[in-house]
Every structure is written in structure tokens, then in C-alpha cells.
């Protein structure tokens, strides 16, 4: 049961929001301590499957492929606890935030039908299942991203919704042609019968596969709905989506090439290789052109993608070992960047670059919140991006892929150029007279600042995390 436990505690919170419906201030703390209870329960879980391994649950006492299993090792356990803290940090965040009409019409409520649905999708061991809570992620966000109902969130809303739902037509099109290829839609089930598949139609399938699970992770060319959607609902939300959604669309794709076919075939590898290259470069070009800091980290954010599919189409347990690392280390890092992005907004009265500047004078700890948030993204020693960025480029030149070792540099000098003319920017620039901003409300710089400091925590555990994350490649999750 332990595994359901990171599922319950949201969608249980969630009901009992729902059914104080009229209380909103009872409501805010019942958000605060629902986010407490399930960060508990995900590292209670971390924790259970380090000192034993994966862990199992048959629904219903039915046996796979019968029912659905539920199953969590090393990654999707670090992938719900990552979820936890971040969907904590966000009901802090919007604590005295968020406004009255957002909050009546049912964000906090939603927020845990997004945190259920994601922890379902890291720790099931069903496709279809994983399809499912897809669909539930799906519905939540897309009501979260057109909440207020402002003409540029409907419109940010109908960008994201469309290529998701056509994504959920090819999962379910890929689900109905691997159950008649195997007979089964349990993971390791299918890991063992994938093999007996003639290789052409497992070929077909893994591409259906592979562009059904990379519009959800906006890989490369299928980015377009991320930039121009994220940056059109408030800051919270953004931060939210950025931190989580596009990393379940890569989870599914590292589920899917590691165990519902662990041996794909070279064609598959070499466009997922060349996909990633792509997004690598195109969207690192893109983010040195935006005028706003929200946009900018929107390509940003789809071109660090390619660091984690570029890692998984490498294959080799090191190559993984560092995608579950930087995973991890880029939902905490972009979801405080967005946060960040909010408080100098309001700082400010406005988004674009025109309004910025003076932050080191005139607000000092926004501009330490930023300034970290920026070399933790960039990679830049000793903070947690470095170690599995340097990893991953050192494992594509062992295998020999030029290709790939190319892009990845090439992203990493895009992504500092681009900060550093944030930073010169937001920092040093001096302040324009006509601002008109305000000051943040203090728990949400507390909440930002708890997400930087956790930044730091993921630095300096880095090594025991990553002697983890190698272990469970090679002994199913015991280090």
C-alpha cells in the first residue's frame, strides 16, 4: 500500500477541497497540509525503495497482466518526491497569491488532481494505466491554464490542448496495436514478449510511440505549443507545468525504451539521437531572442530536453544514470526560475525586459534567487547541473557520438550566453523611472527561496544521489 499512498493523499485532499467548497480559509491550510502529507508519503517511499528495492502493488489482489500493478523503483520514486516538493511549493506560493476568482473556481483542487495523476503516472507499471493518467494530467492542466479566463490564457490554453489531445489519439492508437502484437499491457510483460514482435511492425509501433510521448515532452520539432502557452497563465502555474509536465512526457519515453522494448532498434535510436540534437540547438537559438524572462526560459526549458532524450537514446546504464540526475536537478531548478520570474514581474508592474532593471540595488535577494537559479541552470560548478550535464557529454563522446556531443556544447554556450544577458540585464542595468510594481507578499518569496535552498541540498547530496540513481540501473534500484 505504501505505493499508493503518494495517490490517495492528493486525490483525497482534493475531495475533502472540494467539500469545503465555502470555507476559503479552512481550504488554504487543508492545501498546505495535503501538500505536507504527500511530500512525507513520496520520501517515505524514496526511502522504502532504497533500502529494498522495487516495491509492488497489485490492485485488487489481481495479478498482471489481469490487473493493474503498481511499481516503484529508484526513478519514479525520486520523480514523485520531486513532484511532492514542488507541488508544496506551489500551494505556498499561491497561499495569499493566488486572486479570489481563480481560487473559487477550484485551483487548489485541481492542483492535487495534477500532483495525483503525476504520481500515478511515475509509479504505474500498466501502459494503459499510464494512459489514464495522462488523460487526468491532461484535464487538470488544461483547466488550470485557461483559469480567469483572460483572452491570451484561451488562447494559450487552445495552443497546449490541441497537440496533447492529438498525442493521446497516437497513445491509444499505439496501446490497441501493442496489445494485438503482444497480449499484454503490463511493462514487464511486455519487456519479455516486445522481442517476439516482428521487428518492423515493433519498428511502426515505437514510432508511434515515440511521437505520441515526445509532444508531451515537447521534444524536438514538436515544441511549438510549449512557448506559446506557458508564459500566458500567472507565474505559479507556469512554474508548475515547466517543473513537472514536460518531464512526465520523457519519463514515458524512458519507461518505454527501457522496458516495454529494451532493445529498440537502430533507426529508432538514430531519430531520437538527431530529434535531440534539434531541440538542443533550435530552441537554445530561439531562447537568446525573447523579450521576456518567462519566454526565454520556455525555449530554454525545451532545449534542456535534449539533454535527457539525448541521454536516453545513448542506452548505456551511465547514460540513464545521468538522465534520472539531471531530471531531477532541472524540476527543481526551472520551477524556481519561473518563480523567480514572477516575483521580479510584480517587482517590476511588467514581463518584458523594458522594465527591468537596478534588481542588485533595489532588491538584493531577488537578485541572489536569480542569479543562482541561473548558474544551476547553466551548469556551472559545483551545483547539481553540472555533474550529470559533464556526465551525459562524457558518455556521448565514449560512444562515439560526435552528433550528439556537438549539440549538448552547443546548448550549454546558448544557455550562458542567454542568462548572461539576462543577468546583465535584470541586475546591472539601471532601473527605469517609470516602474510600478509592488512589493511580494513574503511567503511567496519564503516558497521560492525554500526552492532555491533545496537547489543547494540536491548540490550537496549530489554524490549518495548519484551512487543511487547508477546502482538502480544495474541492481533494480538497490545502491
Known sequence: ?????????????AAILMALWTHPEVRRVIALLGSVLHLGAAGFLLQAVVDRGPISFAVGSWPAPFGIEFRADFLGASMALVTALVGLIINLYTTNDLDEPRRRFGFHPLVFVLLAG?????????????????????????????????????????????PNLFSSMLFLAGLGLIYGATGTLNMDHLGMRTGLVEPGLMTAISALFLTAFGLKAALFPFFGWLPTSYHTPPFAVSALFAGLLTKVGVFALIRFFTKVWPDPSVAITGLLLWLSMGGLVVAGLAAMRQTTLRRALGYLLVSHIGFLTGGLALGSPTALAMVNLYMAHHMIVICGLYLVAGLIASTAGSESLKSAGGLVKTHPLLAWLLGLG?????GIPPLSGFAPKVGLIVEAFRLNQPVLVAGMLLSSLFTIFCLAKLWMIYAWRPQPGDTQGSQPDRLRILATTLLCACMIGLSLALGPVATWASAAQTTEGRP
Open 374 to 378: 541561473f548558474l544551476a541552470l547553466a
Open 118 to 162: 503525476l504520481s500515478g503516472a511515475f509509479t504505474t507499471n500498466d501502459l494503459f494505466n499510464l494512459f489514464v493518467w495522462f488523460e487526468c494530467i491532461l484535464l487538470s492542466s488544461f483547466v488550470l491554464l485557461s483559469l480567469g479566463g483572460e483572452r491570451q490564457q484561451i488562447r494559450g490554453g487552445i495552443n497546449y490542448v490541441v
Open 1 to 13: 500500500m505504501i505505493v499508493l499512498s503518494v495517490l490517495v493523499i492528493p486525490l483525497s485532499t
